[in-house]
């Protein structure tokens, strides 16, 4: 019984260290969110030239970078491929969604560029 306790013990303990872990992870990528929403705004305001147009393309750049989210959680946070990144680039711009044709060798794009190509 004794041996048990001790075990349950050690099993806690590394429980606390991982939820540790887990914690700090969150807090640096929901800072890293709100820099990305930060830097949206601030680009958006400033290549505006109404507040309406501001609003507009907050609105579409945000759900853009909630679908490279998803693109994200897609692809395992490993890759994705280009065509859909591009895809996903284009539909933001619903003027020119189902207007683009992709073609050509499936090419892997690495999680950090992901976001990037879709906000640009």
Request: with cysteine; proline share 2%.
């Amino acid at each position: 019984m004794l041996k048990q306790a001790g075990l349950d013990a050690e099993a806690r303990e590394v429980a606390k260290r991982i939820q540790s872990v887990l914690t700090v992870e969150i807090h640096h990528r929901m800072k890293n969110m709100l820099t990305m929403v930060t830097a949206i705004v601030r680009q958006s305001m400033r290549s505006s030239t109404s507040l309406v147009g501001a609003e507009h393309a907050i609105f579409t750049r945000l759900i853009a970078m909630a679908r490279a989210y998803d693109l994200l959680l897609k692809a395992d946070l490993k890759s994705a491929g280009l065509k859909c990144v591009i895809q996903n680039a284009v539909a933001q711009h619903s003027s020119t969604a189902g207007c683009t044709i992709v073609t050509g060798e499936e090419l892997q794009v690495i999680p950090s560029a992901i976001l990037p190509l879709i906000l640009n």
